[in-house]
C-alpha cells in the first residue's frame, strides 16, 4: 500500500495513567521528520507514503517503535516508564501512588497469575505474592477459597480481606450466598460473579500504612482490584474460546470386596461368618466422572479524546467430577468514562452475573446417620460386595449393612441414586456498579463523587426424595430459600495534590464515606409427599410442613477518613492516616473506633552519597505503625434478640419467643496494631528486584463467641476478650532474567513464615469449639472435639491422645495404660496411648496438642518465557509445616461391618501379622482423635503451565489482527505425604472460611486435574 503525503495522527499517552505525556518526541525514522506531543497529547506528521515506520520517544519512557498501515484513525500510542522498579504507579485506597513514594507494603500481582482461567479470581491467587495465603478449600466448582493476608486475627470474628473494585467495596461474607437450608452442602462463593478476564491489575495492601485508610475495613488486609478500562484508539476487539476436561487428581486406597469380607469376619470372631455374595462393586468409578469445561470471552474496548470504554461478556462451564455437581456463570461488564468538560470527568463501572451450582447434599445435620458427610462419602463408604444396581438395571435399594437413618425397614439409601436424584442448587444473581465524578477546582485540587452498590440475590433450591438419606425418614424432603443483600456505598473525598518546589511535595486527601448494609431471608420446606415429581416447585404436595423461617438484618458504617503523603526532595516520604468508624454493630457508648497510621520511607539510592554506579541500583527503606479495627461479626450482636419457636400444648401447636443472644452493651471494636519494617533493593540496573518485610501485629479486645456457665441459659456469648499475635518475615523476587528482541525470561519467588499466637483468652484459658447439633447442626465430629483454642498456642490447634502403637503378644498388660473408654480388658492387638500422668489409665487428662493448621511457611514460584512468537508460563504454589485432622482417614480406619474401610487395614494386627501401627479389627473402634490422623499437609503443587503461540502476522490481511492458540493445565501434579484426597482440604460441614473451624478434612470435594485447550482472537 502507498499514498502521497498522508497526515498521520493520534495521541501519545502513559500506560499507566492514561494521561497525555506533552512534549514527546513522534519521528518518522525513513525519513527524518517528525513532531512534538501538544498539551492535549496529540501529534500530527506528514508521511511520504505508508506503511510508515514511527519511533515515539520521551525521557523517562520506554521508546516505542511502530509501523502505522492505515492513517484514516488517529493512532494510539502508549508508553511506559523506564526507570527503576520503585516508579511504576500501584493503586492504593481512594486513589493511585507511585511505587518510588510508598511507605507501606503493597504487592502487586502480576500478569501471569491474571491469565489464568478460574471460576473465581481469587482462586488463581494462591503462592502469587510473599504473605498472602490462599487455600482452595474444596474442589467443588464455583466454591470459595480461603484467603489470609499476614495471618488470620480474629478468632470468631471475620479474617477474609477486605475486596475493592474499582472504587467499590464488595461484600465477600461466604453466607451471603446460604440462604439457611442446611441440606445444602458448601457455599457459592460470593466473588464467582466477577470475571477474571476483565481485571487489569491487582493490588495486596498488607500493613497499616496501606490498609489504615479504610480503617475497620481494612483489618485483615485490602485487595483492590481495578478492571479494564477503554484507551483513545482504534476500536479493540477480543473474542477467546476454551474447553477442556477435568479429572480427579488423586485416589483414595479402599479394600475390595474379598478384603472387606476378611475383615468382617475378623470383627465377628466368634459370631456367624460372613454369607453374602463374594462379587466386586466399584461404587467409587460410579459416583466420578471426566467431567468437560468451557469457557468463551468477548471484549471490545477503545475511545476517543473524550471518551473511553471497555464492554465484555463471559460464558463458564464447568462440569464437577462428582456427578451431577457443577458450576455455570453468564457475567457482562460495562466500564465508560467520558469527559464531559475540561474540569468535569464522570465514570460508570457496572456488572452483572447469573450464577449457578450444583452440589452435595450435607448430611452433617439433624437429618442423616452423623457419620456420613455428604451422597460421595457415603458411596466411598459403600461394602464393595453390595450390588449398584439390580438385575433389571434399577438402583439397588437394598442393603444388609446399611444403619442408623440409612435405612427404613428393608429399604436402604443408594448413594449413587441420591446422587443423580436429589437436587441441591444454589442460584445467584449479582449486580454491581458505581458512579464516579471528579470535578478539578483548580489544578490542584479535585472534588470527587463516588456512589455504587453491591446487590446479591440468591434462591437455593432443594428436594430429597424418598430413597434419599435426608427424604427417606420423612418421605421426601423439600426447600426454597431466598436471600437478599443490598449494600449502598457513598464516597466524598477532596484530593490535594501539589509539587510546591523542586523539594517538596505533598498530596492530601479527606473524605466521609458511608455505607448502609441490608440483609433479608427467607425458607420455606416441607415433607412426606404424596407425588415426588415436582419435588421443590410444589412444596404444598409436602403434608408435612414445617414452620418456616424468615428474617432480616441491617447495619450502618459511618466513617471521616484523612491522609497526608509528603516527599522531600524525592527522597524522604511520610504518610500519616486517620480514620474514625462509626458502627452500628455497637452499642451507642462504644460505636466509633479511631485508627490512625504513620509511615515513612528513605529512597537512598537518590542521596548524592549514593555509588551510582555500584551493582545496588535501587535502594530504599520503609517502616510503618498504626492502628485498624474489626466490626465483622454480624449484626444485633450487643443487644438481646429473640426467635421464635413453636410448641405442643393442649393437643395444639403455638408459637413463643425464646431468646437465643446473650445481650452485651459493652460490645465494643476489636482493634489490631501493627508495625512492619521494609526493604526495597535493585541489582544490577533493577534486573533482579527483591522485595523484604518483617513484621509484628497485635490483636486486642478479640470479639469471641466463648462458652459460659449453663445456669446463664445460653452455651456461649459474645465477649471482647483475650488477645492475638501475628508476626513474621516476607520475601520476594523478581527477575529480569534475559531481555532481548525475540526472547525474554522472567522470573517470581516468594516466601513467607508467619507466627500466630494466642495471648490471652482472658480467666478462661482455653476452650473447645463445639460440634453439635444445639449449636451449630453438626453431629459428625460431636464427641471426639478435635479442635482447642489456648493461651499460648496457634488457632487451628488440635487436641488428642498420643498414639504409641499396638500391643503385642507377650507384652506386660499390667504396665499399660487402659483407655477410660474400654468395656472390655486391654489385650493384644488394642492400640496404645501415651500417658501423660503416669496413672495407668487413659483418660481427658492425657490429651495434649497434636500440632495445628498454620504452616511455618508458605512460597511460590512462577516464571514465564517468550521466544519469538511462543509464550510458556509456569506457577508454582507450596505451603510446609501445616497439619490437617484428617477425619475422613478416621472414619475409613473405624472397622465396621456396615461401611467399607482404608486400603492400610490389610496390614491389621492379627497373630499372625504383628502390625506395630495398625490395630486389630473390633466392632466398637476407638471414635478419640489421636495423632495418628494429624497427618503432615505439607505440599508443592504445579498450579498452572501455560503454553501458546501466535500465529504469525504476515498471514492475516491487517496487522493489527492477531491468532494465539494455547493450551494449559491446572493442578497437573501435587507432591504431599498427605494421604486424603488434596492437603488444601477444609471441610467440617459449615463455613469453609470460619477462622475457628480450620484444619478438619471431613471428605472434601476433591480435586481435579484440568486440561484446556483454546484460541484468541483479537483485532
Do not use: C
Request: glycine content about 10%; charged content about 20%.
Amino acid at each position: 500500500m502507498s499514498a502521497q503525503n498522508v497526515e498521520i495522527s493520534g495521541y501519545v499517552l502513559d500506560e499507566a495513567t492514561n494521561k497525555p505525556v506533552i512534549g514527546a518526541n513522534v519521528f518518522l525514522t525513513n525519513e527524518k521528520t517528525g513532531a512534538t506531543v501538544d498539551p492535549d497529547g496529540k501529534f500530527t506528521v506528514s508521511a511520504a507514503s505508508l506503511p510508515a515506520a514511527v519511533s515515539v520517544s520521551y525521557i523517562g519512557y520506554k521508546t516505542r517503535l511502530l509501523d502505522v498501515y492505515d492513517a484514516s484513525e488517529p493512532v494510539a500510542v502508549f508508553l511506559q516508564e523506564d526507570v527503576n522498579f520503585l516508579s511504576g504507579v500501584v493503586v492504593i485506597g481512594y486513589g493511585s501512588q507511585k511505587r518510588k513514594e510508598l511507605t507501606g507494603a503493597v504487592s502487586t500481582i502480576s500478569e501471569r497469575t491474571l491469565a489464568q482461567v478460574t471460576t473465581s479470581f481469587d482462586q488463581s491467587l494462591g503462592g502469587s505474592v510473599a504473605g498472602l495465603n490462599v487455600t482452595q478449600t474444596s474442589g467443588q466448582p464455583g466454591a470459595t477459597a480461603s484467603v489470609r493476608i499476614r495471618g488470620g486475627n480474629s478468632i470468631t470474628g471475620g479474617n477474609e480481606p477486605l475486596y475493592v473494585i474499582d472504587g467499590l467495596i464488595i461484600y465477600n461474607d461466604n453466607s451471603a450466598t446460604r440462604t439457611g437450608i442446611a441440606a445444602i452442602n458448601g457455599g457459592l462463593n460470593p466473588l464467582a460473579g466477577i470475571n477474571s478476564a476483565d481485571i487489569e491489575s491487582i493490588e495486596v495492601l498488607k500493613d497499616v500504612s496501606a490498609t489504615a485508610i479504610y480503617g475497620s475495613r481494612g483489618a485483615n488486609g485490602v485487595i483492590v482490584v481495578t478492571t479494564k478500562k477503554g484507551k483513545r484508539g482504534a476500536t479493540r476487539i477480543e473474542y477467546r474460546h476454551e474447553r477442556g476436561w477435568q479429572r480427579i487428581s488423586k485416589d483414595v486406597d479402599l479394600l475390595g470386596a474379598a478384603e472387606w469380607i476378611s475383615l468382617y469376619n475378623d470383627i465377628q470372631i466368634g459370631k456367624d461368618p460372613y454369607k453374602g455374595g463374594a462379587n466386586e462393586y466399584d461404587w467409587k468409578g460410579a459416583a466420578l466422572r471426566t467431567a468437560g469445561t468451557q469457557s468463551q470471552q468477548i471484549s471490545i474496548s477503545g475511545g476517543d479524546e473524550k471518551t473511553r470504554f471497555f464492554i465484555s461478556g463471559n460464558y463458564t462451564a464447568q462440569d464437577g467430577i462428582v456427578r451431577n455437581t457443577g458450576f455455570d456463570r453468564y457475567v457482562g461488564r460495562v466500564n465508560i468514562e467520558r469527559d464531559l468538560y475540561k474540569k468535569l470527568n464522570v465514570a460508570v463501572n457496572f456488572s452483572v452475573g447469573n450464577s449457578k451450582q450444583n452440589t452435595l447434599t450435607n448430611l452433617n445435620n439433624k437429618y442423616s446417620n452423623g457419620s456420613i458427610s455428604d451422597p460421595f462419602n457415603y458411596a466411598l463408604r459403600m461394602p464393595p460386595v453390595v450390588p449398584i444396581y439390580g438385575e433389571d438395571g434399577s438402583y439397588n435399594y437394598a442393603n444388609p449393612h446399611s444403619e442408623g437413618d440409612f435405612h427404613l425397614g428393608s429399604t436402604a439409601v443408594n448413594p449413587i441414586s441420591d446422587l443423580l436424584e436429589t437436587t441441591s442448587q444454589s442460584k445467584n444473581t449479582n449486580a454491581a456498579g458505581n458512579f464516579i465524578a471528579a470535578y478539578t477546582v483548580i489544578p490542584e485540587l479535585v472534588a470527587k463523587l463516588n456512589v455504587g452498590t453491591n446487590i446479591s440475590n440468591t434462591v437455593q433450591n432443594y428436594y430429597a426424595p424418598s430413597t434419599s438419606a435426608v427424604g427417606l425418614v420423612v418421605n421426601g424432603f423439600g426447600a426454597i430459600g431466598n436471600k437478599r443483600f443490598n449494600s449502598w456505598q457513598s464516597e466524598f473525598t477532596l484530593n490535594y495534590d501539589k509539587q510546591i518546589n523542586k523539594t517538596n511535595y505533598i498530596n492530601i486527601l479527606a473524605g466521609y464515606t458511608t455505607q448502609k448494609t441490608y440483609i433479608e431471608y427467607a425458607v420455606a420446606s416441607a415433607t412426606d409427599y404424596a407425588n415426588e415429581s415436582l419435588a421443590f416447585h410444589n412444596l404444598a404436595g409436602g403434608s408435612g410442613r414445617l414452620a418456616p423461617a424468615s428474617g432480616s438484618s441491617e447495619s450502618v458504617l459511618n466513617s471521616w477518613l484523612g491522609r497526608v503523603n509528603y516527599s522531600l526532595l524525592g527522597r524522604y516520604n511520610l504518610t500519616a492516616t486517620f480514620r474514625a468508624d462509626g458502627s452500628s454493630r455497637f452499642a451507642a457508648d462504644h460505636r466509633w473506633g479511631y485508627f490512625p497510621s504513620l509511615g515513612f520511607s528513605w529512597n537512598i539510592n537518590d542521596e548524592d552519597f549514593f555509588n551510582k554506579e555500584s551493582l545496588v541500583g535501587t535502594l530504599k527503606l520503609r517502616a510503618s505503625a498504626g492502628t485498624v479495627g474489626n466490626q465483622e461479626i454480624g449484626d444485633y450482636k450487643y443487644d438481646a434478640t429473640y426467635a421464635a419457636r413453636n410448641y405442643s400444648f393442649g393437643g395444639n401447636l403455638v408459637s413463643a419467643y425464646l431468646r437465643n443472644n446473650r445481650e452485651n452493651p459493652d460490645l465494643k471494636w476489636e482493634t489490631t496494631t501493627g508495625y512492619n519494617a521494609g526493604v526495597d533493593l535493585g541489582l544490577w540496573k533493577d534486573r533482579l528486584a527483591l522485595t523484604a518485610d518483617v513484621y509484628y501485629k497485635k490483636t486486642s479486645d478479640l470479639l469471641v463467641d466463648i462458652p459460659v456457665e449453663i445456669t446463664s441459659g445460653f452455651s456461649s456469648a459474645l465477649k471482647n476478650v483475650g488477645s492475638v499475635t501475628n508476626k513474621g518475615i516476607e520475601l520476594g523476587l523478581n527477575a529480569d532474567i534475559i531481555d532481548r528482541k525475540n526472547l525474554y525470561w522472567t522470573a517470581t519467588l516468594n516466601f513467607a513464615r508467619n507466627i500466630n499466637r494466642i495471648t490471652s483468652l482472658g480467666e478462661q484459658g482455653y476452650f473447645f469449639p463445639v460440634f453439635d447439633v444445639d449449636v451449630n447442626g453438626l453431629r459428625t465430629l460431636e464427641g471426639v472435639d478435635p479442635l482447642i483454642v489456648k493461651e499460648g498456642e496457634p488457632l487451628g490447634s488440635f487436641y488428642g491422645y498420643v498414639f504409641d502403637g499396638v500391643i503385642q503378644t507377650g507384652d506386660d498388660l499390667s504396665k499399660i495404660a487402659t483407655p477410660s473408654w474400654f468395656s472390655d480388658p486391654i489385650q493384644a492387638g488394642d492400640p496404645k496411648f501415651v500417658n501423660q500422668n503416669g496413672d495407668n489409665t487413659i483418660n481427658n487428662e492425657d490429651k495434649v496438642v497434636l500440632g495445628n493448621a498454620q504452616p511455618k511457611f508458605t512460597y511460590g514460584f512462577s516464571t514465564s518465557l517468550t521466544f519469538a512468537n511462543v509464550d510458556l508460563s509456569v506457577i508454582f504454589q507450596g505451603s510446609y509445616g501445616n497439619k490437617l485432622y484428617n477425619a475422613f482417614q478416621h472414619a475409613l480406619e473405624a472397622t465396621s461391618i456396615y461401611y467399607n474401610a482404608a486400603g492400610n487395614l490389610r496390614n491389621r494386627w492379627t497373630p499372625t501379622n504383628p502390625s506395630t501401627t495398625v490395630p486389630r479389627a473390633i466392632a466398637t473402634p476407638n471414635l478419640n482423635l489421636d495423632s495418628r490422623y494429624i497427618e503432615d499437609a505439607s505440599y508443592l503443587r504445579l498450579k498452572n503451565i501455560t503454553l501458546g503461540y501466535t500465529l504469525p502476522v504476515k498471514i492475516a490481511r491487517e496487522p493489527s489482527f492477531k491468532i494465539r492458540l494455547f493450551a494449559s493445565a491446572q493442578n497437573l501434579l501435587t507432591i504431599t505425604d498427605y494421604r486424603g484426597y488434596d492437603p488444601e482440604a477444609s471441610y467440617y460441614g459449615g463455613d469453609e472460611t470460619n477462622g475457628l473451624y480450620q484444619g478438619i478434612d471431613l471428605g472434601a470435594y476433591p480435586s481435579a486435574r484440568i486440561f484446556n485447550f483454546g484460541v484468541t482472537v483479537s483485532y
